[in-house]
């Protein structure tokens, strides 16, 4: 059997419906996954289910109910038939603002969004992991975390907490057989980075000059380094940051 397999593999994936997350869920059942799509909006979650296949669920569900992840990984459970093995921590939102423009409430939202909710649906579900021996968390973080982008503080510093959240994370949980790992993509085509750059040139030749590779990504590439992490290829790795991100972390 090949090691880069999820076959006996469950994985619940926020933000699944659209973008990184439905690149994520895709690769995954195609690698022999069962996914759970988790988001807040029914008809794309549905949509993003039908168009992977069988191997998708979909729940609808607002994770900054920090309260009620327990209720949100019981009810993956339910809809899987068995307990997920793998969280993607991938559910985020943007806001484009300078720091001094950034209001407390909005720092704070960003915050809850990638941290809070990522540490509150991570806690949910180790238990089980745990008591299985068993499993994998996988946070997406952004290039963000890795060097200064202008207008985007609450963003930053939300994402390079997470940095320090899979350290922690992995010092913790690992000899209870579970690894702890995420990835910071680059500029990805998605409908997102499409509608950021829409009528802005210039900005769209200065990001391309900056990569290495002189192109931007795709959803697939993060999807399968996600199932390179979460796999048994992967075997002997934790507390990792993975940038994909066609090398534009180290060029000039």
Same mark, same amino acid.
């Given at each position: ?12 994936? =926020? ?10 869920? =895709? ?70 603002? =300078?720091?001094?423009? =950034? ?150």
């Amino acid at each position: 059997m090949t090691p880069f397999t999820l076959a006996q593999e469950t994985a619940l994936i =926020t933000g699944g419906g659209s973008g990184l997350g439905l690149g994520i869920a =895709t690769a995954m059942a195609e690698a022999g996954a069962r996914v759970i799509l988790v988001g807040r909006r029914p008809d794309v979650l549905a949509e993003a289910a039908g168009h992977i296949g069988e191997r998708a669920s979909f729940i609808p569900w607002d994770i900054n109910q920090l309260h009620e992840a327990g209720e949100l990984v019981d009810a993956a459970q339910h809809a899987a038939g068995t307990p997920p093995t793998i969280l993607v921590n991938n559910a985020g939102i943007h806001l484009k603002k =300078t720091a001094v423009e =950034t209001s407390s409430d909005e720092f704070q939202s960003v915050l809850s969004t990638h941290l809070e909710a990522a540490h509150a649906l991570t806690a949910a579900i180790l238990p089980s992991m745990i008591e299985r021996r068993h499993g994998n968390l996988l946070f997406i973080s952004s290039m963000a975390a890795i060097f200064g982008i202008p207008r985007v503080a609450a963003y930053s510093a939300a994402k390079s907490a997470l940095h320090g959240l899979v350290r922690a994370l992995s010092v913790e949980v690992s000899r209870n057989g579970i690894r702890v790992n995420a990835i910071a993509p680059g500029w990805i085509r998605t409908p997102m980075m499409e509608k950021a750059l829409s009528g802005d040139p210039a900005r769209r030749d200065i990001i391309l000059g900056r990569t290495p590779m002189g192109v931007f990504g795709d959803p697939t590439d993060i999807g399968q380094a996600a199932v390179y992490l979460c796999s048994p290829a992967a075997k002997f790795v934790t507390g990792a940051i993975l940038p994909v991100d066609g090398g534009a972390s180290i060029g000039f």
